[in-house]
């Protein structure tokens, strides 16, 4: 906030920092475009602007995130995302969101749903959550936690399923992403991840049936800004 306001009195606009980008990387060669696109917001003087506790997923509850556990950004401008990856805590409700509000644990995803259904957003879709234990699907996906563990069957409820297969559908359509099983995945299909989760209980068949039923949202293909 302190930098913001030493700032004020020099803003340079978007579209001059776009502009004046490209030239310089045209000349110089040191800078590809989208590094300067995806870069602009971080020059002395530029933010993006934020309402603090705003919603992407009606009906949430906006409880934030330790900032050490995702990164600022502008998304879908400066990363596209085309995955939506599911989680199980591996424990409680309270679990995840007492370690997602830990700045030690480095990790978090953008929400989290509990057993009966109610929905906690920790992170904003245009932001990077540390989710997925890979840089590029952190890039372009959203992560959505789920009170539970792998090994029982009886943790994952019909208000669950319900729940979560609507806050999917909903981030499908804001982002254009197909509701199947290619862009709808688990942790443990993200290369390199050493995680199991959801677990041999999770019932995909009848959460894509779900999120397939959730009627379309008007004017889907963006985010929330």
């Known amino acids: 906030m302190g930098n913001a306001e030493k700032e004020s009195g020099r803003r340079v606009s978007r579209r001059v920092v776009l502009i004046g980008g490209a030239a310089t990387a ?5 800078l590809a475009w989208d590094g ?3 870069a602009w917001w971080r ?8 309402v603090e506790g705003e919603l992407d997923h009606r009906g ?10 995702w ?5 879908p401008d400066d990363y596209g995302i085309d995955r939506v990856i599911i989680h199980v805590v591996q424990g409680s409700y309270r679990t995840a969101l007492k370690v997602f509000r830990d700045p030690g644990h480095k990790a978090a995803a953008h929400y989290v749903v509990r057993e009966d259904g109610h929905v906690a957003q920790m992170i904003r879709e245009l932001d990077v959550a540390y989710h997925a234990g890979n840089r590029s699907f952190n890039e372009c996906s959203i992560g959505i936690e789920h009170e539970g563990f792998v090994d029982d069957p009886d943790a994952f409820t019909d208000a669950m399923y319900e729940s979560s297969a609507r806050l999917t559908a909903g981030i499908c359509d804001r982002y254009g992403i197909p509701r199947d099983r290619e862009h709808i995945i688990a942790h443990s299909d993200v290369p390199g991840s050493d995680h199991t989760d959801p677990g041999p209980h ?17 004017g889907t293909g963006t985010s929330a800004g």
Request: proline residues 4%; hydrophobic residues 45%; charged residues 35%.
């Open 26 to 30: 045209a000349g110089a060669g040191a």
């Open 36 to 38: 300067i696109y995806r």
């Open 43 to 50: 020059l002395p003087g530029i933010e993006r602007k934020r």
């Open 60 to 69: 949430a509850e906006w409880i934030a995130a330790s900032a050490a556990n």
């Open 71 to 75: 990164r600022r950004a502008d998304r």
């Open 202 to 218: 999770w019932d995909w068949d009848r959460y894509l049936k779900l999120v397939r039923a959730v009627e379309a949202s008007p």
